[in-house]
């Protein structure tokens, strides 16, 4: 299986900051094919059930804001905000879907200072 | 509206077997894959298995083979996951999510179906 690591785990943000995170995958998720990268960013808010916010690497879902963005290469992956606010606050999830299993990092909680 | 809508809690005997339904709302079934995760209390997201449900085709985690089956109704408009023999560690709140054709990216999530396994 293809492990995915996250860092950090914890990511107390203070508002109107940036902040980021880093995914890493034990295998690349570059399909030669066609060139896309298969990582998503999901968050889940607390109490509630995830949503996909980034898809194939950088790909916004709609309704993220712009401030929200995903880079990176191969088997490195960033998500940034630009600006934090107070509705970003969650557990932020990287998933590889280039093969069988899918599978997630561990998540990282963001939380207002 | 486009939503998943699951159904409700369960309370499960060591050993029994559990069925989730996971019906599509607004978007015809058929058109977009099916994904069953869970996520025990405090932690991570698990992906469990995936289903296709114009053909039926599925996959399954390593960890779960054998235990879980992924059906469908077209009928109906609804997916289930069934999972076998369970155990504490099966204590969880399992998603449905749809996938985007072609092993796509989980763009609706259902609310969750909380499921505890107790003696």
């Known amino acids: 299986d293809i492990v995915m690591t996250q860092t950090p785990l914890s990511l107390p943000v203070t508002p109107g900051e940036p902040a980021s995170i880093s995914c890493r995958s034990s295998?690349?998720?570059?399909?030669?094919?066609?060139?896309?990268?298969?990582l998503d960013w999901y968050l889940q808010k607390p109490g509630q059930s995830p949503q996909l916010l980034i898809s194939?690497?950088?790909h916004r879902a709609s309704g993220v804001p712009d401030r929200i963005s995903g880079s990176g290469s191969d088997t490195n992956f960033t998500l940034k905000i630009s600006r934090v606010e107070a509705e970003d606050v969650g557990v932020y999830y990287c998933m590889q879907r280039i093969e069988f299993p899918f599978t997630f990092g561990p998540g990282t909680k963001v939380d207002i200072k | 509206q486009v939503q998943l809508v699951q159904s409700g809690a369960e309370v499960k005997k060591p050993g029994a077997s559990m069925k989730v339904s996971c019906k599509a709302s607004?978007?015809?079934?058929?058109?977009?894959?099916i994904n069953w995760l869970r996520q025990a209390s405090g932690q991570g997201l698990e992906w469990m298995g995936w289903m296709n449900p114009e053909n039926g085709k599925t996959a399954y985690a390593p960890k779960f083979q054998g235990r879980v089956t992924i059906t469908r109704n077209t009928s109906v408009n609804t997916a289930y996951m069934e999972l076998s023999s369970l155990g504490s560690e099966d204590t969880a709140v399992y998603y449905c999510?749809?996938?985007?054709?072609?092993?796509?990216?989980?763009?609706?999530w259902g609310k969750g179906t909380t499921v505890t396994v107790s003696s």
């Open positions: 295998q690349s998720l570059l399909e030669t094919d066609n060139g896309y990268i298969y």
């Open positions: 607004g978007y015809s079934l058929i058109n977009y894959d």
């Open positions: 194939t690497l950088s």
């Open positions: 999510a749809r996938g985007r054709s072609g092993f796509g990216e989980a763009d609706v």
